[in-house]
């Protein structure tokens, strides 16, 4: 007879953790937080089957008016001269000298660095006065930026700080900004503006900007709400604002052509003179004062013309000329009927870049890579 011997078996039972249930797990595994969820998803599915657009944000609502067919950031007067030497594109790094002569708010001189990737930008500036402006955006991911603007200036009270949170989502944009931030007097100081705009639908967006400041700790709060509103056309945009002061700004853009484009504004202040007769906003005789401006835009192959005309009797032009590849004179003029005054503005902007550089820039389109995603300006 023979024994054979026999090997006990030992069973071994890992055990994941991850597949055990938490502490906590009630929390996100409940009937109620199944039914939110379910809700929203179903929300977002429709959000997204409308095809809404991001419609830019409320600071920028009336750009294509203001900042891009009127001269409201473009008119100057006096003299200047702008030097700049573009030392690479990717990342982009540029230095420039400012000189002026007889201009209204700009220094005699000024120095500026840029510095800027698809993630960062850098720019600061130092004029004779000794003032500081410097900016530093960061890109947190494609959808949120942070944006910082310090102004240093000798003498006391003249910081300022400014600090700057924007989340772009597919069909809005929110938006939190504060100046001059502090918890140093005793409580919070400063001031809080909060602004949001949704797309309602492809054509329509609607938002509002809420703004809370305090100037010290012994004054109390003061709070301020605005409403805005923009429609998009074919080749149209139109928007309004009214805000919490009693104005109204409305605003009109059109391209006419492919190389011509018009706007006009229109800022209506309904409150003054009705307060000061002892009427309120809805009631009692009411003080009206507005301004209207229409302008147009015209491109040209190496130029580019702009001219204005408010109702009060003010007309501007502007004519940016392109002489030379590296070099660009500027025009600007205004002349006021009623007042019977006029000014004159001259510029004269020198780009110097390496010649590689030059080169890369000139190469067709097609022939490079895709350009990496512009710095956060």
Request: glycine letters at 10%; aromatic letters at 8%; charged letters at 15%.
């Amino acid at each position: 007879m023979t024994t054979i011997p026999v090997t006990p078996q030992v069973k071994v039972v890992v055990v994941d953790e991850e597949l055990q249930p938490s502490a906590i797990s009630f929390l996100s595994e409940n009937s109620l937080v199944a039914a939110v969820r379910g809700a929203y998803q179903s929300f977002s599915e429709r959000r997204q089957a409308l095809g809404l657009s991001n419609p830019g944000t409320v600071e920028n609502i009336s750009r294509e008016v203001q900042k891009d067919v009127l001269l409201n950031n473009y008119s100057f007067t006096g003299l200047r001269a702008d030097l700049t030497k573009v030392f690479s594109a990717t990342p982009m790094f540029h230095i420039s000298h400012a000189f002026s002569m007889g201009s209204q708010g700009l220094p005699p001189y000024s120095f500026t660095a840029l510095y800027g990737t698809s993630n960062v930008f850098l720019q600061a500036s130092l004029d004779n006065d000794r003032q500081l402006q410097a900016r530093a955006n960061y890109r947190w991911s494609p959808s949120f930026v942070t944006k910082t603007n310090t102004q240093i200036a000798p003498g006391p009270g003249q910081a300022i700080i400014q600090v700057d949170n924007e989340y772009t989502g597919q069909d809005f944009t929110a938006s939190v900004k504060s100046l001059n931030p502090s918890i140093l007097e005793g409580g919070l100081t400063g001031i809080f503006v909060g602004s949001y705009l949704q797309s309602v639908t492809p054509k329509i967006a609607l938002g509002l900007e809420a703004v809370w400041q305090r100037s010290g700790a012994d004054t109390g709060p003061e709070t301020a709400l605005s409403y805005c509103a923009k429609y998009t056309g074919k080749d149209w945009i139109a928007s309004a604002q009214l805000q919490a002061q009693g104005a109204l700004n409305t605003t009109y853009w059109r391209r006419i052509t492919d190389k011509v484009e018009a706007g006009a504004d229109l800022n209506l202040q309904f409150l003054g003179l009705g307060r000061a007769r002892g009427g309120g906003l809805m009631g009692g005789v009411m003080g009206r004062e507005g301004v209207a401006t229409v302008g147009a835009k015209y491109d040209f192959r190496n130029s580019t013309f702009r001219a204005q005309l408010d109702s009060s009797g003010k007309l501007g032009v502007l004519l940016e000329k392109r002489v030379a590849p590296a070099l660009q004179v500027t025009f600007a003029g205004e002349i006021d009927h009623f007042k019977q005054s006029a000014k004159v503005g001259l510029a004269i902007s020198l780009e110097a870049a390496p010649e590689e550089l030059m080169m890369q820039q000139e190469k067709p389109a097609g022939s490079s890579a895709p350009a990496p995603p512009p710095p956060p300006f």
